[in-house]
């Protein structure tokens, strides 16, 4: 394999070389490095990483993987393979890497053909199989002290008791969203688990409104997701939607909330479709400060004050819970949140066209810019209280 790996990198660089000196077209390089990684059989390797799976799956994976891999070199926009910046890297290493964090989502897409092939088949299966569902959830925010109910992976404990214990010295302190963030900040801390996949602000309102109506909806997509990976049946059939929130999770990060108790999951899910509590004035200001000292040039300080007011409505809730104005100000704070949604497209694109700034080359990179930018300012830190 190692050897396979040094042989594929020199093909790939002399292509690039060529390239470089004038030798090769871009189109003629992008395909014969396309070649060159189809040859390795890397496409093959990434996707029998997971043992489980059954042959079929495994082959449907690997025609997927083909797809997007030629399709990603061939690219020559933001997000394909960079020829220049390739020549300093491994090719090997990064297709890996780029087939490795899509093979959650492509096995999810494997899926929901597989199931949407079936139902042509048999559109009315047996419904008897499948008459027992879970217990309805409580909608009141879980509280991690309870993941005391589930088996402990640490030895000692220590990790959900400081979690605990954490979210017991702050929950007097806090209210609504900010509650259900810390709920969900001490699992993560507790399980030793990322955050759930954010979607944007018009799915998240409508798997909002189905968790909301279906609390057990958040286990099961967990579930469904790691019965997919180990290519296992199950009973329900779960919303794309929520199956893709679990794409940052690795099979035992998915196993593990799979494995406790059901509202754990839950509060995972229903923080990552959440609105976020709104950040104090301080906050605000600090954001609008650090976004604008990552531009320079005519207009840009009140172009960066708009952006901050943009991201701001997509992400969090136009007025605080604290908040103890009169409804007729929390009903202005709304429509004003509606226009800056309404108004974000053109707000992105005219940063995307400023020269001065350095937020990102695409919509996407912007976003997740100003998203690393406020979770630095706002996130909650967990840690055992001091005694």
């Known amino acids: 394999m190692q050897q396979q790996t040094i042989t594929t990198d020199s093909t790939c660089r002399d292509v690039l070389q060529q390239y470089a000196a004038g030798s090769l077209e871009e189109h003629t390089a992008r395909q014969l490095i396309a070649a060159a990684l189809h040859a390795s059989g890397i496409t093959g390797s990434v996707a029998s990483e997971k043992a489980v799976q059954s042959p079929q799956v495994r082959a449907d994976l690997q025609a997927e993987m ?3 891999l030629y399709t990603k070199i061939m690219q020559t926009e933001a997000g394909g393979f960079d020829l220049t910046l390739a020549m300093n890297t491994s090719a090997t290493a990064w297709a890996r890497q780029l087939l490795r964090t899509a093979r959650a989502s492509l096995l999810r897409n494997i899926h929901i053909r597989t199931n949407a ?21 409580s909608h009141t925010v879980f509280h991690s002290a309870s993941v005391d109910e589930a088996d402990d992976p640490n030895e000692d404990g220590e990790t959900f008791t400081d979690a605990a214990e954490w979210l017991r010295s702050k929950q007097r302190h806090l209210r ?5 963030s810390a709920s969900a900040a001490s699992i993560m801390h507790g399980y030793g688990v990322p955050a759930v996949a954010r979607p944007p602000l018009a799915e998240r309102k409508r798997l909002k409104a189905m968790i909301t109506e279906q609390p057990e909806l958040a286990h099961r997509s967990v579930t469904a997701m790691r019965a997919l990976i180990e290519s296992e049946p199950y009973p329900y059939t779960v919303d794309e939607g929520l199956l893709a929130l679990w794409d940052n999770y690795s099979f035992d990060q998915m196993d593990a909330i799979a494995s406790a108790p059901p509202r754990v999951a839950h509060v995972l899910v229903d923080s990552a479709v959440s609105d ?24 840009w300080a009140r172009l960066a004050a708009e952006t901050c007011e943009t991201f701001i409505a997509l992400e969090f809730e136009a007025y605080s819970s604290f908040d103890t104005t009169g409804a007729e100000y929390r009903d202005e704070r709304l429509a004003g949140r509606r226009i800056s949604v309404m108004k974000s497209p053109e707000v992105f694109a005219r940063v995307l066209a400023h020269p001065g700034q350095r937020l990102g080359l695409t919509e996407n990179d912007i976003y997740e810019q100003l998203d690393r930018l406020i979770t630095t300012m706002t996130e909650f830190d967990v840690k055992a209280p001091a005694a």
């Open 66 to 68: 083909e797809v997007l």
């Open 117 to 137: 092939r079936l139902d042509l088949v048999d559109p009315v299966p047996n419904k008897d199989k499948y008459t027992d569902s879970p217990p309805p959830l």
């Open 176 to 180: 609504d969203s900010s509650k259900l």
């Open 276 to 299: 976020r509590a709104r950040p104090s004035r301080n906050v605000l200001r600090l954001f609008q400060a650090s976004v604008r000292a990552l531009g320079t040039g005519v207009g």
